[in-house]
C-alpha cells in the first residue's frame, strides 16, 4: 500500500510510514466516530423535519419491493376428494413478466423502464435535499404514481388467482410468507408515500405562513 501523506510504498500490514512517520492505520471505528456519522446523517434530513421518517421508509420500502417481486410469492396445490397431491410454488409476478417479455419484446423493455424509473424515483426523492430547496410535486409525483401502479399490479395478481382458484375446484391457491410480505410492503409503500407528501405539504404550508410574519 502507499502512504496517504507522501506517497512513498510502505508494507501492507504497516502501522506508520518509514519515511514521514504518518499514521498509517486505518481508525477503528469508535462511539463517537459512529455519533458524528449518525449526526451528519441526521443534518442530512433536518430540512425536511417529521417527514423524515416517511422519506426513509419510502426510499426502503421502494428499493425491497422489486426484490420480494423475484421470491415464490404464491402456492398452488391440486386437490382430489379433499386429499393434496402435489404442490407447486411459484412467483407468479416474475414469471408473468418474463413470460410477456419473451412473447412480446415490447415488454422486456417496459419491464427495463419500470427498473429505471424505480432509480429515478430514489434520486427525485432526495434532490431537494441534496440542493438544499423546497419540495415541489415533481419531486413526490413520481414515486406517488410507481407505489399506485405496483398496488394494483399486485391486487390484480392476488384478485386474479383467487378466481381462478374458485373457478377450478382441483386447483387451490395460497399466499406464502413471502407473498405476504410482497403484498404488506407494496401497501405500506403507498401509505408512506402519501404520508411524506401529506406531511411536506404541512411543512412548506407552514414555512410560508411564518415567512409572511
Known sequence: MFCKNCGKEINDDAKYCNFCGN??????????????????????????GNAKKWL????????????????????????????????????VFKDVLLMLAKEIPFI???IFIGILA????EIFMVIPLIKKSIYKSIYIIPTKIISVIAFL???FLNVGNFIESNNNEFINYSLTFWGWLLNLDTIALVV????????????NKKDKELEKQ
Not at 426502503?60 to 397431491?85: D, R, V
Not at 408512506?192 to 411543512?203: E, G, L
Open 23 to 48: 499514521d498509517v492505520k486505518c481508525p477503528s471505528p469508535t462511539p463517537k466516530n459512529i455519533y458524528n456519522f449518525y449526526k451528519k446523517l441526521m443534518d442530512f434530513f433536518l430540512p425536511i
Open 192 to 203: 408512506t408515500t402519501f404520508k411524506f407528501s401529506s406531511t411536506i405539504k404541512k411543512k
Open 108 to 110: 422486456g423493455f417496459l
Open 153 to 155: 399490479l399486485i391486487m
Open 56 to 91: 426513509i421508509s419510502t426510499m426502503f420500502l421502494l428499493i425491497l419491493n422489486p426484490f420480494l417481486s423475484m421470491c415464490e410469492n404464491y402456492k398452488f396445490s391440486e386437490n382430489i376428494t379433499g386429499q393434496n397431491i402435489y404442490s407447486e410454488t411459484s412467483s
Open 118 to 121: 424505480i432509480i429515478f424515483a
